[in-house]
């Protein structure tokens, strides 16, 4: 495989991971990423018997730093790839809060749950890919109780245009974008917390990028 080519299939993977690549990377997105989700989760201010859904869990190798917040919560995730559903159910198949834990699948686009369902909703390093933003944002509203929290957690357009595979299928943002996205939608601007890190690229090479988390209210 060419470098182009393998720059267009690590693209692929990471908006949808399938096969074996897609388990190679994403315990990579595990591992680059866990600094990310545990900055979405600790902005949600979780209290106990939230209901929180995921949006985008890939393997989930974080659901113990959820429970870590609350041992009392409801966790549901919400994927497109059906292997990364099929890996974190086998994953956390004997934990201890399994009775509040499930792991779904849906099409990207229509959120499988009634109208003010969840307290809580995150999603890290998934709005390049909404296909339909404003429409997308809108279900997550729908789905959410008055005066519940929405946490998106994204890398900062200018870090993740300098990354070779984010020009096949990504939408690049910045913190006026999104919130511009959100006031859209009706959604009031809660918090905004940016951080720069550096992290390891599945070559090995260190590289710095810029992420924020931006905390919406309904």
């Avoid at 399938?18 to 990423?33: F, L, P, R």
């Avoid at 393997?59 to 559903?85: R, W």
């Avoid at 198949?93 to 009634?114: A, M, T, V």
């Avoid at 809660?190 to 992420?211: A, D, H, M, P, Y």
């Amino acid at each position: 495989m060419g470098k182009e080519q393998a720059t267009k299939e690590l693209a692929r993977q990471l908006k949808n991971p399938e096969g074996k690549n897609g388990i190679e990377v994403a315990q990579m997105m595990s591992e680059t990423n866990q600094n990310m989700i545990f900055h979405s989760i600790k902005q949600l201010d979780i209290q106990p018997k939230n209901k929180i859904l995921e949006i985008g869990y890939a393997n989930a190798n974080h659901i113990d730093f959820i429970f870590k917040q609350n041992q009392t919560i409801v966790y549901y995730g919400l994927e497109i790839s059906p292997l990364m559903c099929q890996q974190a159910s086998n994953f956390w198949e004997k934990f201890s809060q399994k009775q509040n834990l499930s792991f779904g699948l849906y099409d990207g686009q229509r959120i499988p749950f009634k109208n003010l369902f969840f307290n809580k909703i995150f999603s890290v390093n998934t709005i390049y890919f909404w296909e339909n933003p404003a429409e997308f944002l809108s279900e997550i509203y729908r789905v959410l109780q008055p005066n519940g929290l929405v946490c998106i957690t994204f890398i900062e357009e200018e870090f993740l245009k300098k990354m070779p595979f984010s020009k096949y299928g990504f939408t690049f943002y910045d913190n006026q974008k999104v919130m511009q996205l959100a006031r859209k939608v009706s959604f009031h601007i809660e918090n905004k917390v940016s951080e720069l890190e550096f992290v390891k690229s599945k070559k090995g090479q260190i590289f710095q990028r810029k992420f924020t988390t931006i905390t919406l209210k309904k």
